[in-house]
């Protein structure tokens, strides 16, 4: 509250990615919308993350839980295409990420779903490389 009544806010949440293996959110308020949604592209510029990707897909099945959101993303079979809804499928398409399942569960609040899917993200690890019997036997 101030002197002459409420004093209108907005809350932008911008999710920015280049398609090859990179995407950040920022979250910013501000007095008009052009300028909330501009925070948030900046903030989201700091935040960029690198994704571990094989294929067009991630290389393992991961499970992550930020605050009430859960999320369950599994690698899926070439030509399958992005088997996710809402937030998840925004973030998984700009990372790049061709093939993949994903599962909310939890939580309803969007903010958190793209939290927990970039957490997810942030946890894939490359598969190690299996060595040949051959080249371990010498």
Do not use: Y
């Amino acid at each position: 509250m101030v002197a002459g009544g409420k004093r209108m806010r907005f809350r932008a949440c911008v999710v920015i990615g280049d398609r090859k293996g990179r995407v950040g959110m920022g979250l910013a308020k501000g007095v008009d919308v052009q300028g909330s949604i501009e925070k948030a592209v900046t903030s989201a510029k700091k935040r960029l993350i690198t994704i571990v990707t094989e294929r067009g897909t991630i290389p393992h099945v991961v499970n992550v839980k930020f605050r009430a959101a859960r999320v369950l993303l599994k690698p899926a079979p070439t030509g399958s295409g992005v088997i996710a809804g809402g937030a998840a499928r925004s973030v998984l398409d700009l990372a790049g990420i061709k093939d993949v399942v994903s599962k909310m569960l939890g939580s309803k609040n969007k903010i958190n779903n793209v939290q927990a899917v970039l957490l997810a993200l942030s946890k894939l690890q490359p598969r190690k490389k299996q060595r040949d019997e051959k080249t371990a036997a010498s």
